[in-house]
């Protein structure tokens, strides 16, 4: 096991739950299963966003996705958004880095620990409030790093 923190981006959740994505949904699926094994975080805002994504596409309804957020409440460590991750955000975006939310999502990750992200909405191999982004979604096989990651405690 690498021990490394990481943390789980709005789409690795969304596709966990999203049968209709096809490969994205078998990826995710062995994602989370494994990642609650392992140094994974989420911050609340990955969790808030899933419910709202989830439920105003009509994937599953609000209430079944309550209960998958609230289990993925209960599964993993949480972190919530600071001011000063807020800062950095601003600061990031500003400088055209990253939208807003990506970069309060990865500075609230930074603040928590996390080296890596696990997202397909920034470019993968690139560093952003020193956290490494792994697309976990390129390829046939899981990418080495997100293999490292996941490794079973």
């Not at 078998?26 to 392992?38: E, G, S």
């Not at 209960?67 to 991750?85: H, Q």
């Not at 397909?120 to 390129?138: C, K, M, Q, S, Y």
Request: some cysteine.
């Amino acid at each position: 096991m690498s021990g490394e923190r990481f943390t789980l981006d709005t789409n690795v959740l969304f596709y966990h739950v999203d049968a209709g994505a096809g490969p994205r949904h078998q990826r995710a699926l062995d994602i989370v299963a494994r990642a609650v094994t392992t140094n994974c975080w989420l911050t609340l805002q990955s969790v808030s966003e899933f419910y709202a994504a989830i439920t105003r596409k009509g994937v599953i309804t609000p209430s079944r996705a309550a209960a998958i957020a609230s289990d993925w409440l209960n599964a993993f460590p949480t972190v919530p958004p600071s001011a000063s991750a807020v800062r950095a955000a601003l600061t990031s975006a500003a400088a055209g880095h990253a939208s807003y939310w990506d970069a309060l999502l990865v500075a609230t990750a930074a603040e928590a620990g996390c080296t890596a992200i696990l997202t397909e909405d920034l470019a993968d191999g690139t560093t952003l409030h020193g956290v490494r982004v792994i697309n976990p979604f390129v390829g046939a096989e899981l990418p080495a790093a997100l293999e490292a990651l996941l490794a079973a405690g």
